[in-house]
T-cell receptor
């Protein structure tokens, strides 16, 4: 199956700092990548859809100025959490879609962010 | 009403038995359906995708889709303790902007 990597896997930062998370598709080109957030004992919540070469589409309630997404190439998307606060502590997971619009999404291993 | 509904469980099954998970969805024009397994603290892992009515088998897993009744199910045969996880049903369709809509997940516990 398709492999998606994320880096870092875990990050602890101080309140007010910015954190960048990378998502890479290792063995395929992904025209669309997705960013999710998951709080403990809850299901995945889609934050934004990222298309290569264009601006990301954010879900309702997600602040685009706080969660900056860049999809610079067909294999790399980045999520930057700006001015992080403790309530941003969560499990951030990216996925990449292979093929057509209804095709499978493969998930990265996730990044656990803790903001002190 | 949630767009994709699952029983949260836990679904407790003895080792070697069949685990049966169900999922219903509200968007009648949904086109593709997925089951993901998620271990605690890990990201989802694809188990099965299904696009047309009927059964699809892959090893110990069988997915069943009934678009008329708007449900999709997953059977796990010969359940193993390593199958203990949360199983997420996900639905993709035009109405959702070609994005995955997830159910809340069913927690499965396989007891030795």
């Amino acid at each position: 199956g398709a492999v998606v990597s994320q880096h870092p896997s875990r990050v602890i930062c101080k309140s007010g700092t910015s954190v960048k998370i990378e998502c890479r598709s290792l063995d395929f080109q992904a025209t669309t990548m997705f960013w999710y957030r998951q709080f403990p004992k809850q299901s995945l919540m889609l934050m934004a859809t990222s298309n290569e070469g264009s601006k990301a589409t954010y879900e309702q309630g997600v602040e685009k100025d706080k969660f900056l997404i860049n999809h610079a190439s067909l294999t790399l998307s980045t999520l930057t959490v700006t001015s992080a606060h403790p309530e941003d502590s969560s499990f951030y997971i990216c996925s990449a879609r292979v093929g057509s619009l209804t095709d499978t999404q493969y998930f990265g291993p996730g990044t656990r962010l803790t903001v002190l | 009403q949630k767009e994709v509904e699952q029983n949260s469980g836990p679904l407790s099954v003895p080792e070697g038995a069949i685990a049966s998970l169900n999922c219903t969805y509200s968007d009648r024009v949904s086109q593709s359906f997925f089951w993901y397994r998620q271990y605690s603290g890990k990201s989802p892992e694809l188990i099965m995708s299904i696009y047309s009515n009927g059964d699809k088998e892959d090893g110990r897993f069988t997915a069943q889709l009934n678009k008329a009744s708007q449900y999709v199910s997953l059977l796990i045969r010969d359940s193993q303790p390593s199958d203990s996880a949360t199983y997420l049903c996900a639905v993709n369709g035009e109405a959702a902007g070609n994005k995955l809509t997830f159910g809340g997940g069913t927690r499965v516990l396989v007891k030795p």
